[in-house]
């Protein structure tokens, strides 16, 4: 692409306005898939508090394409991604 040439799309730090087009962007592998351990999709309230959860820590960025979020992407803590830990039993 040359230098003078922008593409047409950015990638930037999500802000809590953004809350609703990732509850949209989600809903569709909570409700179609089973990529996710979740059964419900999160409001545009609670993706909202996730974003800002996360990004105490961590990056979420979202994808912009013609005005508008078309993805997203964050980082996290592992159990974050897999749940609690359970501790191991041993013999009884």
Known sequence: MPDDV???WSVRDATPAD???CARIYAPYVTDTTVTFE???PTAQEMTTRIEAAQ???AWLV???GGAVQGYAYGGTSERVLGPTVPAQ???
Do not use: I, V, W
């Open 39 to 41: 059964t419900e999709s």
């Open 6 to 8: 922008s593409p047409p």
């Open 56 to 58: 105490a820590q961590h």
């Open 90 to 92: 041993g013999p009884t």
């Open 19 to 21: 809350g609703e087009a």
């Open 63 to 65: 994808l912009e394409a």
